[in-house]
């Protein structure tokens, strides 16, 4: 079964640093882009990151920009998430996610096609 | 950006249907739409993706009694012969020039 499974969650301070790791099973990385999405609690889902398949290609969202970093390491078959600067605003569930795509004459269309479990990050003093 | 608008919360009951509705804003009215679901303390998993004609993807495993469909900026969830197990947050997302979108989400009461 195709899944993702994330870890380096926990508690930290505001201010605080803390890197996630994402790493698949049943396919290869390299193959994918792929993103991150966080949940704080009791909210919805809020896409944080995209990474492309080579690495060569990053954005983030407005609300992490300049404290989130996303990275990949191909030969290692993983995703990372280097969170800096952290305040209590970003404590969620992040969720890594891979990334689908279809394409037309003149378009294309990217989507979030397997999720994994998540791992909790907790900012807080 | 595409803003998308979904109902806070729908309820049916146990082997009637349901559509769910996320609505795209007017600009972005042709754009594709995928639906997820997430069920109660788990993590989100993808359903299908609905294109403007009403076309719709889903994704491997997911049961037929999931079906999407368009009408315009709306795009459709409909879950036939409601089960236990379909209560749930659905979310619809939508992805523009490497940024993505969600909508707020509807929570279905079976």
């Known amino acids: 079964e195709v899944q993702l499974l994330e870890s380096g969650g926990g508690l930290v301070q505001p201010g605080g640093s803390l890197r996630l790791s994402c790493a698949p099973s049943?396919?290869?990385?390299?193959?994918?882009?792929m993103n991150w999405v966080r949940q704080a609690p009791g909210k919805g889902l809020e896409w944080v990151s995209f990474?492309?398949?080579?690495?060569?290609?990053?954005y983030v969202a407005d609300s992490v920009k300049g404290r989130f970093t996303i990275s990949r390491d191909n030969a290692k078959n993983s995703l990372y998430l280097q969170m800096n600067s952290l305040g209590v605003e970003d404590t969620a569930v992040y969720y890594c996610?891979?990334?689908?795509?279809?394409?037309?004459?003149?378009?294309?269309?990217?989507?979030?096609?397997?999720w994994g479990k998540g791992t909790t990050v907790t900012v807080s003093s | 950006q595409p803003v998308l608008t979904q109902s806070s919360s729908a309820s049916a009951s146990l082997g009637s249907s349901v559509k769910l509705t996320c609505t795209l804003s007017?600009?972005?009215?042709?754009?594709?739409v995928t639906w997820h679901q997430q069920q109660p303390g788990k993590a989100p998993r993808y359903l299908m993706r609905?294109?403007?004609?009403?076309?719709?993807h889903r994704g491997s495993g997911v049961p037929d009694r999931f079906s999407g469909s368009a009408s315009g900026a709306d795009r459709y969830l409909t879950i036939s012969n409601l089960q236990s197990d379909d209560e749930a947050d659905y979310y619809c997302e939508t992805w523009d020039n490497n940024y993505w979108v969600f909508g707020g989400g509807t929570k279905l009461t079976v």
């Open positions: 007017s600009r972005h009215s042709r754009y594709i």
């Open positions: 049943e396919f290869v990385l390299s193959n994918y882009e």
């Open positions: 990474i492309s398949s080579s690495g060569r290609s990053t």
């Open positions: 996610t891979r990334v689908g795509s279809m394409s037309g004459r003149g378009w294309s269309y990217y989507y979030m096609d397997v």
């Open positions: 609905v294109e403007y004609n009403g076309i719709y």
